[in-house]
Each structure stands twice: as structure tokens, then as C-alpha cells.
């Protein structure tokens, strides 16, 4: 074999290894953006470290408009079938008996980003629907997400997801930069009732003060995150219209639950090797019986405690 020939069986090689290395990486691209927006590994990196560093990250496109007015629509087609406006306890863990917040939870762009801040095996183990109608004067005071939470290790993560528009007139979620290296700091339970909390509790003002403040502006399917020490707050709602947020809390199958009653939990990616959250079932329909009686039984065995924030 002349010396010549070895060299263009060796260019041969060479070029088919690298158009199979240029066509797997496109499909591993088109692979991650299959939903047709934006969440990309590749590109969340800075995402990710911006994360760490400010203990939140903002706006992560995840549906598109059309999609969130739909998820939005669902939720319409609920209170009009009720009669009325969701309340109470029908606005937290509602994914247990609404098929809409059930797919929201498993939605594959929200989990493609989550998983990129958590790892690949992950549990929901709560959701609210945070609604504030037009002219609503009621506010969230500053508040950590962790104060009624027991968890180690401590990295549970919040997806807020937009369902309308989201901005200062209408009372957007505000996130102290940083504050989710303060750990775990004093809350006062006020008796303020247009403070959407449960427990009207909040941080004093010097405290926030520390930090400084940003707006997060979303447009509808858009989703912020923040981590369970972010301090966060939201003002009154003046424009005409509402102003709806789902906030869905998630954590790696590997978080154990140090406090409080036993929490069920929802198995929405990968496996759980760990077993620590007694599962939860996917509802069949809207308002399914079984769905609506275990999520009766796991809210109250929760509300019952000093942990309970619903
Ligand atoms: O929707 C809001 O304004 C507040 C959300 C919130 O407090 C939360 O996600 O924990």
C-alpha cells in the first residue's frame, strides 16, 4: 500500500468522524429544543451561574403566549364550572385534581431548565396559584419561601410561572438580589389582612434593605426562578386586568425532609431511588374524586401544624 493511499483512507476517516460528531451534536440541540423555544443546555450555563449567584433567574422562556393563555382559559373554565373564584385550599397543591396544573407541573420546557439547576430526578411537592384581581389591594409581603420548610440539603427551587403579563402596575414578584445567602432569617406573623400570606408574616424592612430589589417583568410563559431563601415580595395589583402567577416548588428525589408532618410528593422526571415522599397520582379529569379526596387528606394533616403555610 503506497504511503499516499494510507493518507487519503486516513482523510476519508477523519472527515466521516467529523460530520457524525456535527450531526449528533445538531441533534442533541434539536433534541433539547423540540418545544421550539428557547431552554437550551448550551446556553443555560451563564443561566445556571446567575442563579447561584443571585439566588434567582429571570425570564426563562418556557410556553409560548398562546399556550399560557390557554393554561389560563382552563383555569376560567374551572371557576365558571365552580360558580366562583378558587379559594383557599383549592389554590394550593392543585395539580392533585386539575389536569391543567398537572401537565403544568410536567411540562417538559419548565423541567428541561429545572433540571438544569437540579439534576435530572426531580419531585414537585406543592404548587399555588397566585391571582390578584384587577384594582386588588392586597400585596406579599418580603418573605423566604423556607420558613415553614424543614429540607436538607436545602436547594429547593420555586418556578414562577406567568399566565398573564407581569409587570410593576400590576403588582410583578420582587426578588432581593443575594438573599438566598443569608440562610434562614426572622419573620414576624403580622395581622395585616391584605397580606396574602397565610401566617401574614414578614422580614422587617432593615433587613431588606441589604439587598437591592429587582422587578421580575415577565410576559405570559415566562417563568422566573427563585431558591427557597430568596426573599421575595409583590405589591397590589391597579391595572384592569389579572394578574395570575403558578408557582411550582421542586427538589431533587434526594432531599430529605427533616420537620413537619410527611410530606406526599409527585414524581414528575427521572426515577426516585430514595423513596423519602409517600407519591402522588396524576388526576384523570378536572375535579377528579380521588384526586380531590387525597389532596383533602394531605393538605389537612399539613394545615393542622405550626409548618403549614396554606
Ligand atoms: O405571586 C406572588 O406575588 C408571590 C409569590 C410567592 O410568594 C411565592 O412564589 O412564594
Not at 397543591?93 to 420546557?109: A, G, I
Not at 432569617?185 to 401566617?199: C, I, K, Q
Amino acid at each position: 500500500m503506497s504511503g499516499q493511499f494510507v493518507k487519503a483512507v486516513l482523510a476519508i476517516i477523519t472527515h466521516i468522524c467529523i460530520i457524525y460528531l456535527a450531526l449528533r451534536s445538531a441533534t442533541i440541540m434539536i433534541t433539547r429544543t423540540s418545544c421550539g423555544i428557547l431552554v437550551k443546555k448550551i446556553l443555560h450555563n451563564d443561566q445556571a451561574l446567575d442563579y447561584q449567584r443571585d439566588g434567582y433567574v429571570f425570564p426563562i422562556k418556557a410556553l409560548a403566549i398562546d399556550e399560557a393563555h390557554g393554561y389560563r382559559c382552563r383555569l376560567e373554565a374551572a371557576e365558571d364550572a365552580l360558580g366562583r373564584k378558587l379559594q383557599h385550599m383549592e389554590l394550593h397543591k392543585s395539580y392533585l385534581f386539575f389536569t391543567f396544573l398537572d401537565e403544568l407541573v410536567r411540562h417538559e420546557c419548565i423541567l428541561d431548565a429545572v433540571e438544569d439547576l437540579i439534576g435530572p430526578d426531580i419531585l414537585t411537592f406543592s404548587s399555588s396559584l397566585f391571582i390578584k384581581e384587577p384594582g386588588d389591594k392586597r400585596f406579599i409581603a418580603w418573605h423566604q419561601d423556607s420558613t415553614y420548610w424543614r429540607f436538607e440539603p436545602t436547594d429547593i427551587l420555586t418556578a414562577w410561572v406567568a399566565l398573564t403579563p407581569c409587570h410593576r402596575g400590576n403588582g410583578c414578584l420582587q426578588l432581593a438580589t443575594g438573599s438566598h445567602r443569608w440562610g434562614q432569617v426572622e419573620h414576624r406573623e403580622t395581622l395585616d389582612e391584605r397580606n396574602m400570606l397565610s401566617r401574614d408574616q414578614q422580614i422587617d424592612n432593615e433587613v431588606i434593605e441589604r439587598a437591592t430589589n429587582q422587578d421580575v417583568v415577565l410576559q405570559p410563559g415566562e417563568i422566573s426562578f427563585h431558591h427557597m431563601f430568596t426573599a421575595h415580595a409583590s405589591g397590589p395589583n391597579s391595572s384592569p386586568d389579572r394578574r395570575i402567577g403558578f408557582a411550582i416548588r421542586y427538589m431533587a428525589t434526594s432531599t430529605r425532609q427533616t420537620g413537619g408532618p410527611k410530606l406526599t410528593a409527585m414524581l414528575v422526571r427521572g426515577t426516585d431511588t430514595h423513596g423519602y415522599y409517600e407519591p402522588e397520582q396524576s388526576p384523570q379529569r378536572d375535579f377528579d374524586p380521588d384526586g380531590m379526596a387525597f389532596h383533602r387528606q394531605t393538605v389537612e394533616r399539613h394545615r393542622a401544624t405550626k409548618y403549614s403555610t396554606m
